[in-house]
Structures are given as structure tokens and as C-alpha cells.
Antibody, heavy 114, light 108 residues
Framework: QVQLQESGPGLVKPSETLSLTCSVS??????????WNWIRQPPGKGLEWIGN???????NYNPSLKSRVTISLDTSKNQFSLRLTSVTAADTAVYYC??????WGQGTLVTVSS | EIVLTQSPGTLSLSPGERATLSCRAS???????LAWYQQKPGQAPRPLIY???SRATGIPDRFSGSGSGTDFTLTISRLEPEDFAVYYC?????????FGQGTKLEIK
């Protein structure tokens, strides 16, 4: 059964870059036909789709974040990653990774603060 | 970008009652690629419905989804105490996925 696990720093300073990794077991990011997604949820607010990547390397990004976001694959580690540059307090959220729409990780809280 | 609007914002019902949640899209959702999620405090969203009407694995049959085009509905036929939570719809029919703002289902 596929499992996803987010990892990365829980605290990032303003103006710096947020970097998260999603480790995948039970499926291959390099061959699966699914899109690999990142979603976030600020404290007390709703869900926001950040973007996704296909094993072909094709990416799609939320227009509101597109200038700051990069999603990439690391096939050697069976992982995919999120980079979000120039973060502010508004980027404080629980970040989730997901395979398609039916398999989600548990999420990781990232706080942006000095 | 497809905007999803959920209504009502909050729904107050009692256990045993029927719940009807609405999700309206600003433009037609391709191939009925519409999903519903349940989220409880401190937990990740739990997928309930995909393809507008297919239940995800392990989801009780009291949950059902319907609709097409721009209007979709999640129905919970008979509310159990564990069903009180926040519900989100999501469209994945375009290359840019979007979520609705959520409906909070609370105990009356």
C-alpha cells in the first residue's frame, strides 16, 4: 500500500526558502501515471493546492504561487520535493504531499518566523 | 482557474438526520473530476468521493456523491456522531486543481 511522508524544517525565517521532501513507499515516482501533489493549509483556514509533477517531469503550479514555487522529482530516492522562495508569515501552514487525490501524507507544520 | 463555492458555510444537524452539502463550480468540471474530503481537527483530509460519485476505499455507503457540470452534492444519508467535521470539495479536471472553502458540519 502506498505511503507518503513529508519531512523538512519546521521553522523557516522570513525571506528564506522553504524546502520539503515527500518520501514515497509502495509506488514509484519515476513511473507511476499519477500526479504527485503538494497542498497546504494555514492554521484555521482551508486547503490550498500548491502544484504537482508527473513522472515525465511536467509540472503545474497555482498561479498565485507560481513565481516562487518549484516542484521536482528525485527518482534515485523515490521522493519529490517542494521549494518555496521568499517566504513570509503568510506561508505558515501544514504542508501535505499526495499521490493523485486519494493518497495523502500526514502533513508537516512549517512556521515562518524570525 | 475554476472557482469552487461550497454551501452552506456551516450546517447544524442532529445525529440520524440527512446532510446535503453543495459545491458549485464557476465553469464545467471536466469528466466530473470532482472529489470530496472530510477533515477533523489535527488530521489530514480523508478522501470520501472521487469522480463525483465513486466512494473511496473503506468509506461507508451512507456517504454518496452526485452531480455533473457545475453542480455537485455530497449527501450523508443518516448522520453518525463521527461525521461531524469539515468537508471540502476539489476539482482535478483542469491542470490547475482547486478546492472549495469548506462546509463545517456541526452538531445541533
Amino acid at each position: 500500500q502506498v505511503q507518503l511522508q513529508e519531512s523538512g524544517p519546521g521553522l523557516v525565517k522570513p525571506s528564506e526558502t522553504l524546502s520539503l521532501t515527500c518520501s514515497v513507499s509502495g509506488d514509484s515516482v519515476s513511473s507511476s501515471s499519477y500526479y504527485w501533489n503538494w497542498i497546504r493549509q494555514p492554521p484555521g483556514k482551508g486547503l490550498e493546492w500548491i502544484g504537482n509533477i508527473h513522472y515525465t517531469g511536467s509540472t503545474n503550479y497555482n498561479p498565485s504561487l507560481k513565481s516562487r514555487v518549484t516542484i521536482s522529482l528525485d527518482t534515485s530516492k523515490n521522493q519529490f520535493s517542494l521549494r518555496l522562495t521568499s517566504v513570509t508569515a503568510a506561508d505558515t501552514a501544514v504542508y501535505y504531499c499526495a499521490r493523485g487525490i486519494l493518497r495523502w501524507g500526514q502533513g508537516t507544520l512549517v512556521t515562518v518566523s524570525s | 482557474e475554476i472557482v469552487l463555492t461550497q454551501s452552506p458555510g456551516t450546517l447544524s444537524l442532529s445525529p440520524g438526520e440527512r446532510a446535503t452539502l453543495s459545491c458549485r463550480a464557476s465553469q464545467s468540471v471536466s469528466s466530473s473530476y470532482l472529489a470530496w474530503y472530510q477533515q477533523k481537527p489535527g488530521q489530514a483530509p480523508r478522501p470520501l468521493i472521487y469522480g463525483a460519485s465513486s466512494r473511496a476505499t473503506g468509506i461507508p455507503d451512507r456517504f454518496s456523491g452526485s452531480g455533473s457540470g457545475t453542480d455537485f452534492t455530497l449527501t450523508i444519508s443518516r448522520l453518525e456522531p463521527e461525521d461531524f467535521a469539515v468537508y471540502y470539495c476539489q476539482q482535478y479536471g483542469s491542470s490547475l486543481y482547486t478546492f472549495g472553502q469548506g462546509t463545517k458540519l456541526e452538531i445541533k
